[in-house]
């Protein structure tokens, strides 16, 4: 992997939508300066159907997507994460394992779109959280992020956490 990509973790309770959704955004729209994962504090064991009809109705791959632990990637053996985000307010507050290398860390709340009632009002939902999710992505990218401290690369990431649309 080259030096000048940063390794993101996405995290969420149950891995099935919201952290999935930033996974396969922060690997598109990063075009090579993100290599994403995603994972759950309580993983679902499966990916959400609302989320994966989602990626395929826009045109990214579901290939090899899965609801999976974060416990996976506390291990000794897991990537090194430069970044660390929780999409979702339950896995925010939630302790989590102590990952290595000391990565900053921001909440980034989506609203959860897996359990809106209705096709119709679900797949806006998912509509709403991708476009929350690619927004924020695209403005974390546009950051100078080699050459900011930790403490305002901190700060910057909280800021763009707190944008609604």
């Not at 302790?95 to 209705?118: F, Q, S, Y």
């Amino acid at each position: 992997m080259e030096s000048n990509t940063y390794r993101v973790l996405v995290l969420c309770t149950g891995n099935s939508a919201r952290s999935i959704l930033g996974e396969v955004l922060f690997n598109t729209l990063g075009k090579g300066m993100f290599k994403a994962y995603s994972a759950g504090s309580k993983p679902a064991g499966r990916v959400n159907p609302g989320a994966l009809e989602w990626l395929q109705d826009n045109g990214y791959s579901t290939e090899g997507l899965r609801s999976k632990s974060w416990d996976e990637f506390a291990q000794p053996d897991a990537p090194e994460f430069d970044f660390i985000f929780t999409v979702c307010d339950n896995a925010a507050g939630e302790a989590c394992p102590l990952w290595l290398g000391r990565p900053a860390t921001a909440h980034w709340g989506i609203p959860d779109p897996a359990h809106i009632e209705g096709d119709e009002a679900r797949r806006a939902a998912f509509n709403k959280a991708a476009e929350q999710l690619a927004r924020r992505i695209q403005l974390f990218m546009s950051l100078p992020i080699d050459k900011l401290d930790k403490l305002t690369l901190k700060e910057k990431l909280t800021e763009i956490g707190q944008i609604k649309d």
